[in-house]
């Protein structure tokens, strides 16, 4: 049974930071894609963060570049995203996705909210 459990979201200060975590199960990890996506009450599910199979390469949306980082441990099966100098703006449900395109293949987590308020 395939499972993506996104772990570390709740309520920050701004300026604060979080490290969220997206553990994964039933299926080969480290032949996915992975990424984090983003969506705050009334908008589009935007991507945030995105990890290629091995980890050799990342690109991240403009707004957040320079402040989020996102990384894996193929060895523990886990996807990470870690958020700095957080906005209000970043507050909305983080999900955790993995992709693989031949043949393709998308799984998605249950989403966890990050709330960024003072």
């Known amino acids: 049974q395939v499972q993506l459990v996104e772990s570390g979201g709740g309520l920050v200060q701004p300026g604060g930071s979080l490290r969220l975590s997206c553990a994964a199960s039933g299926f080969m990890f480290s032949s996915y894609s992975m990424s984090w996506y983003r969506q705050a009450p009334g908008k589009e599910r935007e991507l945030v963060a995105a990890?290629?199979?091995?980890?050799?390469?990342?690109n991240f949306a403009d707004s957040v570049k320079g402040r989020f980082t996102i990384s894996r441990d193929n060895a523990k099966n886990t996807v990470y995203l870690q958020m700095n100098s957080l906005k209000p703006e970043d507050t909305a449900v983080y999900y955790c996705?993995?992709?693989?395109?031949?043949?393709?293949?998308?799984?998605w987590g249950q989403g966890t909210q990050v709330t960024v308020s003072s």
């Open positions: 996705n993995a992709k693989r395109y031949y043949p393709t293949t998308v799984y």
């Open positions: 990890i290629s199979n091995t980890g050799s390469s990342t």
